[in-house]
C-alpha cells in the first residue's frame, strides 16, 4: 500500500469513535444465527453479518478478533484486531493504476479480471504469482500474488523519493478514494471477480495486505477462510 485516501479516512474515523466513545459507550453488536449489520469498528463477536451500504451486498463469517471499519457504496473494510490491521478491503469497479504515478486508470488497459492480472503479471517493476482462476461468493475471477521487485527503483511525486509501483486505482463514483500500490517492506494478494460476463456490469476487488509486521504465512491462515465465508448478492 501507498498514499491512500482510504487509509487517511480510516485513521480519521478511528479518532472521531474514540472520542464518541468517551462520551458515550456504544453497544457492541451481537452475531446471531442470521446476518446482522454490526457497528463499525467495535470488536465483532464471532458469527455471520451483512453490509448495509456496499453497492453488491455481501455476506460474511467471521471469528473472534476482526472488526469491520468501513462500509460505503464501493468500499468495504475488515481488520484483524491485532495490530489494527492491515487491512482486507474490497471495492467496487477498479482499474489498472496509471505507471505515470497519476491518479488515474493506465490508458488500454480493460476492467475485467482477466485484463486487469494480466496486465499486473506483464509489469516490469512488479513480481508476481502466476494467475489462477478462482470463485468466491458466486463470482469468478483470478487471484494473483503481486510485490514490487528488489530492483525497482521508480519513485512517484508522492512516495518522498522512495521506490513505489502503482496498482489499482478505483473509478467514480464508487471507489474514487481508492488508490493503491506495491512498495518496500509490503506484499498483496489480490482477487479480482467479474460482474456480469467478462466485467461488463463492474468488477469486485478484494485485496489482502501484508505490512506492518504482519507475517504473510500467518496473514494468510487467518484471512482466507473469512474470504472463503464470503456471499456477494448480486440481484
Given at each position: 500500500?501507498f498514499t491512500?485516501?482510504?487509509?487517511?479516512?480510516?485513521?480519521?474515523?478511528?479518532?472521531?469513535t474514540?472520542?464518541?466513545?468517551?462520551?458515550?459507550?456504544?453497544a457492541?453488536?451481537t452475531?446471531t444465527?442470521?446476518?446482522?449489520?454490526?457497528?463499525?469498528?467495535?470488536?465483532?463477536?464471532?458469527?455471520?453479518?451483512?453490509?448495509?451500504?456496499?453497492?453488491?451486498p455481501?455476506t460474511?463469517?467471521?471469528p473472534?478478533?476482526?472488526k469491520?471499519?468501513?462500509?460505503?457504496?464501493?468500499q468495504?473494510?475488515?481488520?484483524?484486531?491485532?495490530?489494527?490491521?492491515?487491512?482486507?478491503?474490497?471495492?467496487?469497479?477498479v482499474?489498472?493504476?496509471?505507471?505515470?504515478c497519476?491518479?488515474?486508470?493506465?490508458?488500454?488497459?480493460?476492467?475485467?479480471?482477466?485484463?486487469?492480472?494480466?496486465?499486473?503479471a506483464?509489469?516490469?517493476g512488479?513480481?508476481?504469482?502466476?494467475?489462477?482462476?478462482?470463485?468466491?461468493?458466486?463470482?469468478?475471477?483470478?487471484?494473483?500474488d503481486?510485490?514490487?521487485?528488489?530492483d525497482?527503483?521508480?519513485?512517484?511525486?508522492?512516495?518522498?523519493?522512495?521506490?513505489?509501483?502503482?496498482?489499482?486505482?478505483g473509478?467514480?463514483?464508487?471507489s474514487?478514494?481508492?488508490?493503491?500500490?506495491?512498495?518496500?517492506g509490503?506484499?498483496?494478494?489480490?482477487?479480482?471477480?467479474?460482474?456480469?460476463?467478462n466485467?461488463?456490469?463492474?468488477?469486485?476487488?478484494?485485496?489482502?495486505?501484508?505490512?506492518?509486521g504482519?507475517?504473510?504465512?500467518?496473514?494468510?491462515?487467518?484471512v482466507?477462510?473469512?474470504i472463503?465465508s464470503?456471499?456477494?448478492?448480486?440481484?
Amino acid at each position: 500500500m501507498f498514499t491512500n485516501r482510504l487509509f487517511r479516512l480510516f485513521i480519521a474515523l478511528m479518532i472521531g469513535t474514540s472520542l464518541v466513545a468517551c462520551a458515550a459507550p456504544a453497544a457492541l453488536p451481537t452475531a446471531t444465527s442470521l446476518p446482522t449489520t454490526p457497528i463499525p469498528h467495535p470488536p465483532l463477536p464471532p458469527g455471520t453479518y451483512k453490509s448495509e451500504v456496499f453497492e453488491t451486498p455481501l455476506t460474511y463469517t467471521v471469528p473472534e478478533g476482526w472488526k469491520m471499519f468501513e462500509d460505503e457504496p464501493g468500499q468495504f473494510g475488515l481488520a484483524l484486531l491485532e495490530n489494527d490491521g492491515p487491512c482486507l478491503c474490497v471495492w467496487r469497479d477498479v482499474r489498472a493504476a496509471a505507471k505515470s504515478c497519476v491518479e488515474e486508470p493506465e490508458p488500454g488497459v480493460g476492467s475485467s479480471a482477466a485484463d486487469i492480472v494480466q496486465w499486473l503479471a506483464a509489469q516490469e517493476g512488479l513480481d508476481t504469482s502466476e494467475p489462477q482462476p478462482v470463485t468466491i461468493g458466486g463470482l469468478q475471477g483470478y487471484v494473483i500474488d503481486v510485490w514490487m521487485s528488489k530492483d525497482w527503483t521508480h519513485a512517484c511525486p508522492f512516495s518522498n523519493g522512495n521506490p513505489t509501483f502503482p496498482t489499482l486505482v478505483g473509478t467514480s463514483p464508487l471507489s474514487d478514494t481508492v488508490f493503491w500500490g506495491a512498495e518496500n517492506g509490503d506484499s498483496q494478494r489480490y482477487y479480482f471477480l467479474d460482474l456480469g460476463e467478462n466485467g461488463a456490469d463492474g468488477n469486485i476487488a478484494i485485496t489482502v495486505d501484508v505490512c506492518c509486521g504482519a507475517q504473510w504465512d500467518e496473514r494468510m491462515k487467518a484471512v482466507t477462510p473469512v474470504i472463503a465465508s464470503f456471499v456477494f448478492d448480486t440481484k
